[in-house]
Nanobody
Framework: QVQLVESGGGLGQAGGSLTLSCAAS????????MGWFRQAPGKAREFVAA????????YYADSVKGRFTISRDNAKNTVYLRMNSLKPEDTGVYYC???????????????WGQGTQVTVSS
């Protein structure tokens, strides 16, 4: 069993930066692929970024590529999402997920956090 708790959300300005953290409990954290997803009001949850268990492979949605960076610290059971050059369209609830999906952009993760709100003002 893995429990995920996101933090670091809040209000940001366009062009600014925010860093999200996701702390995981459970000794199997290091074996899972970790993903970040977001959901804007009235829209479906969408893939943002993912990182394989070793940290050697990272994946990004086209909309955040070059602006967001995902990283993980297996010793601390934590995954991060550094968000630079924020845009108003980055607004939404950001969710952390853990699992072993074949295709990381799908919702096929085993565990999900409760989410943290990110609001970007123009």
């Amino acid at each position: 069993q893995v429990q995920l708790v996101e933090s670091g959300g809040g209000l940001g300005q366009a062009g600014g930066s925010l860093t999200l953290s996701c702390a995981a409990s459970g000794r199997t954290f290091s074996t899972y692929t970790m993903g970040w997803f977001r959901q804007a009001p009235g829209k479906a949850r969408e893939f943002v970024a993912a990182i394989r268990w070793s940290g050697g492979a990272t994946y990004y949605a086209d909309s955040v590529k070059g602006r967001f960076t995902i990283s993980r610290d297996n010793a601390k059971n934590t995954v991060y999402l550094r968000m630079n050059s924020l845009k108003p369209e980055d607004t939404g609830v950001y969710y952390c997920a853990a699992g072993d999906p074949i295709i990381v952009t799908t919702l096929n993760y085993i565990y999900w956090g409760q989410g943290t709100q990110v609001t970007v003002s123009s």
